[in-house]
């Protein structure tokens, strides 16, 4: 009897360094996990402030632009070119309409 109550403390202490190998090795495991998760939020964080910051600059753009399609066709604007390159009213037989 005395060896069955020996032999369970023999298979412990037999298993213990690969235990402790395993649960190293798994840990330096999780570890490199969660660096790599780590880097890719913060490069996915960087990635979309660029992605913001482009769509700021090309809406201020746009709006930068629908004022200048603005002023180019507001009859204003198109009267004082038209005078400045000596345009005047069409006659009534100079416009032709096409089907």
């Known amino acids: 009897m005395s060896e069955q109550t020996q032999n369970p403390k023999k ?7 690969w235990t ?32 913001q910051q482009r769509l700021a600059r090309l809406s ?7 004022v200048e399609r603005d002023l180019l066709l507001s009859p204003h604007y ?8 000596d ?3 069409a006659q009534p037989g100079q416009i032709r309409r096409l089907p």
Not at 11 to 17: D, I, M, Q, R, S
Not at 78 to 85: V, Y
């Open 11 to 17: 298979n412990t202490v037999k298993y213990w360094p």
């Open 20 to 51: 402790l190998i395993l649960s190293l090795s798994l840990t330096f495991l999780l570890v490199l996990a969660m660096v790599r998760v780590s880097t890719q939020r913060t490069t996915l964080g960087y990635e979309f402030s660029r992605v």
């Open 60 to 66: 201020a753009y746009s709006s930068k632009l629908n």
């Open 78 to 85: 198109l009267e004082r070119k038209g005078r400045e390159m």
């Open 87 to 89: 345009m005047r009213d």
